[in-house]
């Protein structure tokens, strides 16, 4: 596999398009520049890219391999969150609290965050159009954890979580995975692996395989709107 030294340039001016992710350098990297519109975004994830950048950067474009992914087949509930669920402590909505949950994700982050105003914006603008969703865990009236991602077809590309209360990031995680399953997702991306992800049942696998799932999700129909939530 050939691979470039260097990430291509965008333009904000130039061609709607992104390099071919296989492309991309070692660590996943492919493009640097362009925008965030609503147009750009929603071709990145359709092409198995995503951004992901720090403050002071231009955007950064990556399709990292391998690829992580979670489905309601390998979707791990331990013992303990079992009985979590059982007791019925949180409450979980969808698309109540998108904005909010999208700063909590950005808020005490070890490094820094890359969650930055502009990336707030964009993604509410994708919010507001019907392409990302968020699941939200509430204790009593407060909000203590959540997810968001973005939706293209029957894929769903979630880009991160929060908890402010033990369990309540998995809370999220259950909920959604069960949740966009029984609704006609096919696919959900989680991006990286990392050991509290792997611990509910986030699998690698290799990008080709991942691109050539996205290609066959997005061409797919799945309606989240009136989203009921299911399983927990």
Known sequence: ??????????????????????????EGLLAVGGDLTPERLLL???SGIFPWYAEGLPPMWWS???????????????????RELRRGRFRVTSNAAFERVMRECGRERDGGTWILPEMIRAY????ELGFARSFEVWLG???????YGVQRGALFAAESMFHRETNASKVALVAAVRSLFAAGITLMDVQFLTPHL?????REIPRRLYLAQARLAVRREASLADLPIVGV
């Not at 009236?141 to 997810?147: A, F, N, R, S, V």
Request: some cysteine; hydrophobic content about 35%; overall charge negative.
């Open 1 to 26: 596999m050939v691979r470039r030294a260097r990430p291509v340039l965008l333009s904000p001016t130039g061609p709607m398009t992104f390099p071919d992710p296989e492309q991309s350098d070692g």
């Open 64 to 82: 990292p391999d391998p690829r992580a992914v979670i489905d309601d087949q390998t979707l791990h509930v331990s013992k303990s969150l079992t």
């Open 198 to 202: 792997a611990s509910m049942g986030v």
């Open 141 to 147: 009236t407060e909000l203590c954890g959540g997810l």
């Open 124 to 127: 509410v603008r994708l919010y």
């Open 44 to 46: 990145a994830y359709e």
